[in-house]
């Protein structure tokens, strides 16, 4: 396994799904079921790579890069191909790869209009890539390339296999269909906050050169911010560009308004890549670039970080109490579970930045579980509409059992995986790092545990509309198939993930505490 | 009023100093090292019922008696060990690792946790063989038997736990297996809505839990029980600066599964489930989860310097809940909701005695309540099964039609009312004897207040339910048809329950036995409390014909009349219909809270959400789309701006590819990294 471990290994997983791609591309169109075949066994050998770089990752060594990889690659602005795992990247690089592989399971049967199977699957393999890629890459060139690559192909998920109703823009009153609104809205956004974030790398780059050579090496980087080198206001504008960067993507309030629409827009398996790993790139770009390189910029944008992420806990939630649309109701939890995943990353302890891990693990397979089940109840009721919904229990059982599991789940019950991040998040607020105030945090953390009511409150309220009562007239005589073998396929993995890092959390914690220590206690000291 | 604490405190001191340890007790070798089968035989079952419980020989129910069958026994045994030689273990297995913070799963064998365990099981098992009956030809029998299981197991993972995670990941559990039940009959919103109301009422209270399992864990560098102790007997500054918040966050949880006033409001509304699950877990066990926390963190509850201040608020919370809630039963109609008021009131009683240090009159109320309590409540399902209501105006003169369940709510209503011998009786007494030692040691009025109340609850508890037996079983039979007796499968639970509700008050008659009082005390920690080893005659002497009168009183006033809505006349001008609107509680959470928010406040949020803060973004966007029409500096094509342009790109599947690469999405993205890279330029020279 020589070749594996020195870094080759890494590369296939990231670069695999592209191979898939370039296949995918040259297979006729007619040929439909040869390019599932080649979509999921690509997907699948990508996560079976993955699963053997879990196994054979020293948890011993976890605040290590491991499987590295460090090559010349821009020679001019002497930019590298450097990439490497860690115990913070490991879990979202694994997360990727099963998202992904369950998604294409789930396309074996379920194309959205307007079909065109070829071009999906290699969006989803090019998606793949850059996902993965961000994870892995620990050059900030390399970074944008690949937090960028996800860009494309997701908004022509968006724009063309989106949903075609619609929608009427309050205050400038446009009318226009809705996967055109979002699509474009999502690439604005997400073009807007990485200028920026561009802006902070290049800022960065030519600023390291007062130490010697001008680099672009996450790692390095880390270590000069952390003796000093980028300080006072330059460390606050830089922070400030890579926090529009990051913040639009995580998404932070008040910057959160492209998700609903994407996600509502988007393609079921479109919903699920969106909220269960790009979400992720954003507050992992926390995470990896921001906190170590500008620590003490870090914590004097700590207070501003944790009252935007209570804000979005709680607007989140309530925002979701007001909708009838079920698949914006999911988006909107979003905003809330993302909140408490800043929350934990605010308060810059070992903590905090573990729960945000796990929690944005469990938010990777919670949410993206409830937008395949939403996915599926629009194809077969054709309707969004939880005011037309109800008695879903009598109607498909299956359903509705896996539908409740998952708003279970979702709103943090304790043996399932949502709780760890949820309670971790608040347990690091009561006590943030020294020098943060505590008052601040403390009545964050209160605040933050009455949201953890309010999302009790919409996911039961989304249950009782859904699932129970007698199914109305419209309904009560359509025959409707119950959970079909392709759906159990994607979807039992995540709810036994679910239920095993709700049991066993060392499934993510054995991973990312010895990183998570070692991160903090670089950047903050002891 | 804690004066009397400080040579606890002392004691507690000495205890530490000397390294040595009042109670003496064995590990209980393989049988404590096997105890976490009690916790995980159920869960276990609840995923055999899940997935094969309809090709089972009982449809689930048999695999779901068989794991209560072996808790009780298992509990059993060791509740015979520990009285015999003491049992003390705890055993963990490690999940993982956060910060410096070890997280872990495992089971504590002590006094506290087998007298839950034997409690559990053998109430569990009862009600499990009894709701094979009741359930009969239910639409989702095997479902039932799986939330049932659920719900045990959930039960079991949260006494038997060690830490504070784990009886967090307990306390949700059964909160969510309750919710589950209490919708069983999910076609009628009605019980959907009071499933929510559990859950959500449960959930505002868990906001305390979790906040003061965090402070606590934070203070003492633990989850674990015992290490927080252990820092508590060395001295923990950080828990004793936030001692009172800590166990004011967590009485807060606890007022909420144990349903104190003001979180009391769902406990009647659960009773829309079925009556099995009434009695084991809105009267039996989950109800007292409460007090099992205070139980388990007595110590903690009991030193001054920690939560010391906070036992006089468990104390009055305990007492106005034992009368004010106690009182609502008055007015009930439905028999379920009748005695839900009155699990209220009990529930009340041992809060209280948790308040005034009386450790073991609380448990012993617990244990005791647990037997009568689900024994009134299956007797009720009982009376229901046979007249297909809820309501007492359906009923009367039921004696003859169901002798059995007669003579055995006769019995849970002895011994519930207090009188002698039966077993609430014993520990009823214990509480108002804790109550009245603790006043005249410490005359306060919050002392005085506990002891007044916990009397005049007495008086009540007698009055409403000679109100219940004389309306249900004594004049005319109201309803339709003749009602039948249950089948044996029912009334033999009904009547091994009615041999505990009548026997158990024995274990710890005072100044003879003190069976209940060694086996619960049997702790990692000593229990500091107010003994009390000789009868308390003299409150005896007044309860006891409060209680009769008040018997007599009710037995009166709704003596048989020709209907049952003659009887049910009597009427308190002002109380009564105050008491009729549930004090309003219910309506002010209602209105007050609960439709405001998910009402104006979740719809302006949105509102302010697609109308302003959205409104930045599709403004900017339209000023550019303005501004590129007004300048046209884009082609001609791009007239309608960025939007149409795009639009034209996505539209069609066909030739996408083309038109966005030659197109302005590439031109849009090159000239922002263009302004980027100036942008950039420009940071560097300035």
């Known amino acids: 396994m020589e070749w594996f471990d020195s870094g080759w290994g890494l590369s296939l997983i990231v670069f695999l799904p592209l191979v898939g791609a370039l296949i995918l591309a040259a297979i006729p169109r007619s040929a439909e079921a040869g390019m599932k075949w080649v979509a999921l066994v690509t997907a699948f050998g990508t996560f079976a790579l993955a699963i053997l770089l879990a196994v054979r990752f020293d948890y011993g060594a976890a605040a290590q890069m491991q499987f590295g990889t460090d090559l010349p690659w821009i020679e001019a602005i002497n930019a590298r191909y450097h990439i490497g795992v860690d115990g913070i990247s490991l879990p979202l690089v694994v997360l990727s790869t099963f998202i992904t592989t369950l998604v294409v399971i789930y396309s074996w049967n379920h194309w959205p209009e307007p079909h065109n199977p070829k071009l999906l699957l290699i969006l989803t393999m090019i998606l793949a890539t850059g996902m993965t890629g961000t994870f892995v890459a620990l050059d900030l060139v390399l970074f944008f390339v690949f937090f960028e690559v996800v860009l494309l192909p997701m908004y022509f998920m968006i724009g063309i296999w989106g949903d075609t109703s619609i929608r009427t823009v309050p205050v400038v009153h446009w009318e226009i269909e809705m996967r055109l609104y979002a699509s474009i809205k999502f690439f604005l956004f997400t073009l807007f906050g990485s200028a920026f974030m561009l802006l902070g790398f290049l800022a960065l780059y030519f600023k390291s050169g007062d130490a010697g050579a001008r680099t672009f090496d996450i790692l390095e980087l880390s270590a000069l911010g952390q003796a000093g080198l980028f300080a006072g206001t330059f460390a606050f504008w830089v922070f400030a560009a890579m926090f529009l960067g990051f913040a639009v993507k995580v998404p932070m309030w008040p910057l959160h308004t492209w998700l609903p629409d994407a996600h509502t827009a988007a393609p079921t398996i479109g919903s699920v890549i969106l909220a269960a790993i790009l979400l992720k790139l954003g507050t992992y770009g926390f995470i990896r670039i921001s906190i170590p390189i500008l620590p003490e910029e870090a914590k004097n944008w700590a207070w501003f970080i944790g009252v935007l992420a209570v804000i979005g806990i709680i607007y989140g939630s309530l925002a979701c109490l007001a909708q009838s649309d079920m698949k914006r109701l999911i988006a909107y939890s979003s905003v809330g579970h993302m909140g408490f995943v800043m929350l934990g990353v605010a308060t810059l302890t070992d903590i905090g930045i573990n729960a945000a891990i796990i929690g944005m693990v469990a938010h990777g397979l919670i949410t993206g579980l409830l937008f395949f089940i939403a996915g599926s109840m629009a194809h077969r009721y054709h309707t969004r509409d939880m005011n037309r919904l109800g008695g879903q229990m009598i109607l498909m059982p299956k359903m509705g059992v896996i539908l409740g599991f998952a708003a279970m789940a979702s709103l943090g019950l304790p043996a399932l995986a949502g709780f760890w991040g949820e309670f971790m998040s608040l347990l690091a607020s009561f006590n943030p790092l020294p020098g943060l105030s505590v008052s601040l945090f403390r009545t964050l953390m209160v605040v933050a545990a009455i949201g953890t009511v309010l999302t009790a409150g919409y996911m039961l309220w989304m249950l009782r509309s859904v699932d129970f009562g007698e199914p109305t007239a419209e309904w009560r005589d359509h025959d409707f198939h119950d959970i079909d073998k392709y759906e159990w396929m994607a979807w039992a993995p995540l709810v036994v993930m679910t239920i095993a890092i709700g049991i066993y959390p060392a499934i993510v914690f054995n991973a990312t505490n010895d990183a998570v220590v070692n991160l903090v206690a670089k950047a903050f000291g002891g | ?686």
Not at chain 2, 52 to 75: E, I, L
Not at chain 2, 231 to 239: A, E, F, Q
Not at chain 2, 322 to 347: C, E, H, P, W
Not at chain 2, 624 to 645: E, I, L, S, Y
Request: glycine share 10%.
């Open chain 2, 1 to 686: 009023m804690f004066a009397s604490l400080t040579p606890m405190l002392a004691g507690f001191a000495l205890f530490a100093e000397e390294g040595e340890h009042e109670v003496h007790a064995g590990d209980g070798g393989w049988l404590a090292e096997w105890a976490w089968m009690i916790v995980v035989v159920p869960l276990v079952i609840t995923f055999l019922i899940v997935f094969f419980g309809k090709r089972s020989p009982w449809k689930g129910w048999g695999m779901a008696t068989f794991g209560m069958a072996f808790v009780a026994v298992y509990g059993a045994v060791l509740a015979w060990v520990n009285l015999d030689e003491g049992i003390l273990y705890e055993g963990a297995i490690e999940i993982g690792r956060i910060g410096s913070f070890t997280l872990e799963w495992g089971w504590v064998v002590d006094g506290l946790s087998i007298m839950m365990y034997f409690l559990v099981g053998v109430v569990g098992f009862l009600v499990f063989v009894y709701a094979n009956g009741y359930m009969k030809g239910d639409v989702r029998y095997t479902w039932f038997f799986a939330s049932f299981s659920l719900f045990a197991g959930g039960m079991l993972v949260l006494v038997s736990a060690p830490n504070l995670i784990q009886l967090i990941v307990g306390w949700e559990l059964v909160g969510v297996s309750s919710y589950l039940l209490i919708a069983h009959y999910w076609e009628d919103f009605d019980n959907v809505d009071a499933g929510n109301k559990a859950f959500m009422v449960n959930k505002v209270a868990d906001t305390g839990l979790f906040i003061g399992a965090i402070i606590m864990a934070l203070s003492a560098g633990s989850f674990k029980f015992s290490e927080i102790f252990e820092t508590m007997v060395g001295g923990n500054s950080t828990l004793a600066q936030f001692g009172f918040w800590a166990g004011l966050a967590l009485f807060i949880g606890a007022m909420g599964k144990s349903a104190q006033f003001p979180f009391h409001v769902w406990l009647p509304d659960a009773m829309a489930g079925p009556t099995p699950v009434s009695a084991l877990m809105h009267a039996a066990t989950m109800v007292t989860a409460g007090i099992y926390l205070v139980a388990r963190l007595f110590p903690f509850y009991q030193l001054p310097e920690y939560g010391g201040d906070v036992s006089m608020i468990i104390t009055i919370i305990g007492a106005i809940t034992l009368f004010f809630m106690g009182l609502l039963a008055l007015v009930q109609n439905d028999i379920k909701k009748l005695l839900a008021y009155s699990t209220v009131s009990q529930l009340g009683y041992m809060m209280a005695a948790m308040g005034v240090g009386a450790y073991t009159a609380g448990l012993f109320h617990l244990f005791t309540h647990a037997f009568f309590k689900s024994l009134l409540f299956l007797a009720a399902g009982s009376v229901i099964h046979a007249v297909h209501s809820n309501n007492m105006s359906d009923m009367g003169g039921l004696r003859k039609y169901v002798p059995a369940t007669f003579w055995t709510f006769m019995i849970g209503t002895a011994a519930l009312v207090g009188l002698f011998p039966f077993a609430g009786f014993w520990s009823k007494d214990e509480i108002i004897a804790s109550a009245y030692y603790n006043a005249s040691e410490d005359p306060t009025a919050a002392a005085w207040f506990m002891v007044v109340l916990s009397i005049a609850g007495a008086f009540i508890t007698a009055f409403y339910m000679a109100r219940a037996v004389s309306l249900t079983f004594f004049g005319k039979y109201q309803g339709h048809g003749e009602p039948h007796e249950s089948p044996k499968i029912m009334t033999v639970p009904l009547i091994a329950l009615a041999a505990f509700a009548a026997g158990t008050g024995l274990l710890n008659a005072p100044g003879l036995t003190h069976v209940f009082t060694d086996w619960v005390t049997v702790r990692a920690f000593p229990i500091m409390e107010h003994h009390f080893e000789a009868p308390s005659w003299g409150l005896i002497a007044i309860v006891t014909p409060v209680v009769l009168i008040a018997l007599a009183i009710g037995f009166y006033l709704y003596r048989p009349k020709q209907t049952q809505a003659e009887r049910d006349e009597f009427s308190i001008p002002v109380l009564y219909p105050l008491l009729e609107q549930k004090y309003y509680i219910d309506d002010f959470y209602m209105d007050g809270i609960v439709r405001p928010t998910m009402g104006p406040i979740a719809d302006g949020t949105l509102w302010i959400d697609e109308n302003v803060v959205d409104a930045v973004p599709n403004l900017v966007a339209g000023g550019a789309k303005h501004t590129a029409d007004a300048v046209n500096t884009f082609d001609q094509r791009g007239v309608d701006g960025v939007f149409n342009m795009l639009s034209a790109a996505t539209g069609a599947t066909g030739g996408f590819l083309r038109k966005a690469f030659t197109g302005r999405v590439q031109q849009y993205a090159a000239i922002s990294f263009a302004g980027v890279v100036i942008l950039a330029l420009l940071f560097m020279i300035f």
